[in-house]
């Protein structure tokens, strides 16, 4: 009854890196490559961290 409320860590994780994900396209779309790029090194390392939680 206690964890009905318990926020899941790899929910929220994988919120964030689909948000992470659309916001490199958008930036990718409007021609910066360089940040593009960066952003989706970001989205890539949260996605390791998820396969992390999603596993153990």
Known sequence: MFGLFKQDPARKLKKAYEA???EA???QRSGDVVAAAKLYAE???MREELDKLEAG
Do not use: F, I, Q, S
Request: no cysteine; glycine share 0%; net charge positive.
């Open 20 to 22: 992470k994900l659309v």
């Open 43 to 45: 989205a890539e390392k």
């Open 25 to 27: 396209r958008d930036v």
